[in-house]
Nanobody, 113 residues
Framework: QVRLVESGGGLVQPGGSLRLSCAAS????????MAWYRQAPGKQRELVAG???????AYGDSVKGRFTISIDKAVNTVYLQMTSLKPEDTAVYYC???????WGQGTQVTVDS
């Protein structure tokens, strides 16, 4: 019954920035313990960033220093702020609720000139 709806994907130039949003609804009372993953066609889905229930964050080595995960509990939304984007960041990005084991539908991010 938990639904995650992602938005914010699109085409950006190398070096550009993009913010992804994932709004939660359903039985979620307070959003917490969330993660972002990404997957390119034919590639394994990989963890990009996570934020725990006590707001500790962790990032994959390939995005550390460039991406930031955050939560706005007032609107049940988790964000992924992406900066200094590289072509190798191109993938479908998914949000996940670790608490409820729910996934968003994914949003395409393409980094290209």
């Amino acid at each position: 019954q938990v639904r995650l709806v992602e938005s914010g994907g699109g085409l950006v130039q190398p070096g550009g920035s993009l913010r992804l949003s994932c709004a939660a609804s359903g039985i979620i009372a307070s959003i917490s313990d969330m993660a972002w993953y990404r997957q390119a066609p034919g590639k394994q889905r990989e963890l990009v960033a996570g934020i725990t229930s006590d707001d500790n964050t962790a990032y994959g080595d390939s995005v550390k220093g460039r991406f930031t995960i955050s939560i706005d509990k007032a609107v049940n939304t988790v964000y992924l702020q992406m900066t200094s984007l590289k072509p190798e960041d191109t993938a479908v990005y998914y949000c996940k609720s670790r608490r409820y084991s729910a996934w968003g539908q994914g949003t395409q991010v393409t980094v290209d000139s």
